[in-house]
């Protein structure tokens, strides 16, 4: 049994830097990616003056990796899709004209509720939900929490403006997530409308359309004038398609939480995405360390469903407290194991604020996936020039055993949109002649993120190689 030092770390409440560090004084030069075998867990839980105690997490945790549903209880569900882009591209008007092409709609005669989340009923019968908050803060503060909600990320890039900063700060998100894309030109129906220019600039950052060749999806659409709009559903459906995107409907339902208030009449409310199972009237659940009763639940048509299948975003009365979005609801036997599941959650949430950047799945998967582990890393530099330079020098230091991954490089100060790419994906930031804006430090400090500046290349990149050789240098 193998365990990565990150995981460790965290099971630990210590720093991943100090457990490498720890190791690397032990002989094992390794990332906090990568795992290590169980004699050695124990050899450093020792050293740090830890009691070893294999408790098994099911006695109090429930959503366990090893709860995974057998193949044949699966069936296909709706693709979830995010939309992003630069403000003014047109994501609102995107929204809602998606949203008007659903055929229950006019059918149903319900009120549209803004619950956080839709789902369009297209022509031939298959649906697809939406999530209602654009842009890429949401969709990547979401996955550093562990809620990988997206399947699917719609571009919406505006033909007469062509490609902006948050444009390319989209496309970094969507790749770092590893979530394919569909690039839907907007406002075509513009007067200097050039759809061309936006294919041949998305091919400098490796988006390389259809029309170019490549295989990311790409469609030209008026959102004012609803042009297309079937066109971009239909490209969703094949992605939909290739995904194979399976779940089990009968079992307890496991939700994600896509957007919680507290409404002044009905108390808390929370709209969650059911991601397996089916969700249902009076069911008992946790969410993130609150608990609650499914009093009532509302759709995005105003109806109220008795139950909540795969995929089906719907509004959930009931709820002891107000949770975050990006917590787990999941349905428990009783109150009484509700409770005792909130609390241990609470503990564990108190525990990581204490320590580290929760851990992501994706960076222990990817270090035991491929032979090479990655190292990802984001840069920011006072000019192109050396964002350039720093870029190539950094992928130089790449070798066999571990390559170095930008996530995102640009000019300026560190933002914000910048450390929760660097939280979502575990990695540091690098300033070169720059320094991170209030907020960006703020969010900083409360993720873990590290920040490292320098003024010289040479200094950078050897700190860096040190680094990705599991001696880490001094944190600034
Ligand atoms: P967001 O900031 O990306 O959500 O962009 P909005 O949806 O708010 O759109 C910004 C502006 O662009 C609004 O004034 C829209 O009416 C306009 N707009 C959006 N889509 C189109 C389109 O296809 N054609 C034209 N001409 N204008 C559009």
């Not at 630069?86 to 803004?114: C, F, M, N, P």
Request: a negative charge; glycine letters at 8%.
């Amino acid at each position: 049994e193998a365990i990565t030092v990150q995981e460790l770390s965290k099971r630990m409440g210590e720093k991943g830097a100090d457990l490498v560090k720890s190791l690397f004084n032990m002989g094992s030069m390794v990332t906090v990616n990568q795992t290590i075998d169980q004699d050695t867990a124990e050899l450093l839980v020792e050293e740090f003056g830890h009691r070893i105690q294999r408790v098994s997490e099911s006695d109090v945790e429930i959503d366990t990796e090893a709860d995974v549903d057998p193949e044949e209880t699966l069936k296909p569900r709706p693709p979830v899709v995010t939309i992003m882009g630069h403000v003014d591209h047109g994501k609102t008007s995107l929204l809602d004209a998606l949203r008007g092409t659903d055929v229950v709609a006019g059918e149903a005669g319900g009120i549209t509720q803004h619950i956080g989340a839709y789902q369009v009923k297209m022509k031939n019968g298959d649906k697809v939900t939406f999530l209602d908050t654009p842009g890429h803060e949401a969709f990547t503060s979401m996955r550093s929490r562990g809620a990988n909600v997206t399947d699917i990320v719609i571009l919406v890039v505006a033909a007469d403006d062509g490609l902006m900063p948050q444009t390319i700060e989209a496309i970094n998100h969507t790749k770092a997530a590893e979530v394919p894309m569909i690039v839907a030109i907007n406002k075509i129906d513009k007067e200097g409308a050039d759809p061309t220019q936006v294919r041949t600039r998305l091919l400098e950052h490796e988006v390389i359309v259809e029309e170019m060749s490549g295989d990311v999806q790409d469609v030209e659409v008026s959102a004012l004038k609803k042009t297309n709009l079937d066109e971009l559903m239909e490209k969703i459906h094949l992605q939909a398609e290739l995904l194979e995107l399976k779940a089990r409907p009968d079992r307890a339902a496991e939700a994600i939480v896509v957007e919680a208030k507290l409404d002044k009449g009905r108390g808390p409310v929370a709209t969650v995405l059911v991601q397996r199972g089916t969700l249902k009237r009076g069911d008992v659940f946790v969410v993130g360390s609150q608990t609650g009763k499914v009093r009532a639940m509302i759709d995005d048509k105003g109806a109220q469903p008795k139950e909540a299948g795969p995929s089906v975003p719907v509004e959930v009365l009931g709820l002891s407290g107000v949770p975050s979005a990006g917590d787990k609801l999941t349905v428990v036997e009783n109150e009484a194991r509700a409770r005792e599941v909130a609390a241990y959650r609470a503990e564990q949430e108190k525990l990581q604020r204490t320590t580290q950047a929760p851990t992501s799945l994706e960076n222990m998967f990817s270090a035991a996936a491929d032979s090479a582990v990655e190292f990802p890393l984001l840069v920011k530099a006072d000019v192109q020039g050396s964002t350039e330079a720093i870029v190539q020098a950094l992928n130089k230091i790449s070798n066999d055993d571990i390559k170095v991954r930008i996530l995102h490089s640009g000019v300026g100060a560190i933002t914000e949109s910048d450390v929760t790419l660097a939280a979502a994906s575990n990695a540091p930031i690098i300033g070169f002649n720059v320094r991170p804006n209030a907020k960006a430090r703020e969010i900083a400090k409360r993720d873990g993120v590290r920040l490292k500046y320098f003024d010289i290349i040479y200094d950078l990149t050897d700190e860096i190689r040190a680094e990705m050789a599991g001696e880490l240098g001094p944190e600034k």
